[in-house]
Nanobody, 125 residues
Framework: VQLQASGGGLVQAGGSLRLSCAASGRTFNSLTMAWFRQAPEKEREFVAAIKWGGGGTFYSDSVKGRFTISRDNAKNTVYLHMNSLQPEDTAVYSC???????????????????WGQGTLVTVSS
């Protein structure tokens, strides 16, 4: 599976961005897709995930209510809609895919075998 993330950029606090991750190389609708982020000098952290077939979404507490993950299986693409962005959301955002992950493990980066390159999101105050 090849993943290509895009959509990052510079935005003011309170603004919005939409990240996209296009997948190829495997039946997309069988994959669990996720977004992780890594801020400077911090560890990678889970942001959101969506199960195959759209059967369930998961969010970190820090983004719940502000971010929405969605997928378009016809376009082999997963999106992360980010609203009410804050400076602490500044990070490199990476998309990931897994062919087999149970709900209790969706937040664990080790469960994802496929990763795209990151896209930088910078939120200015």
């Amino acid at each position: 599976v090849q993943l290509q993330a895009s959509g990052g950029g510079l935005v003011q606090a309170g603004g919005s961005l939409r990240l996209s991750c296009a997948a190829s190389g495997r039946t997309f609708n069988s994959l669990t897709m996720a977004w992780f982020r890594q801020a400077p000098e911090k560890e990678r952290e889970f942001v959101a995930a969506i199960k195959w077939g759209g059967g369930g979404t998961f969010y970190s507490d820090s983004v719940k209510g502000r971010f929405t993950i969605s997928r378009d299986n016809a376009k082999n693409t997963v999106y992360l809609h980010m609203n009410s962005l804050q400076p602490e959301d500044t990070a490199v955002y990476s998309c990931a895919a897994s062919s087999s992950v149970i709900n209790s493990a969706v937040r664990m980066s080790d469960m994802y075998g496929y990763w795209g390159q990151g896209t930088l999101v910078t939120v200015s105050s």
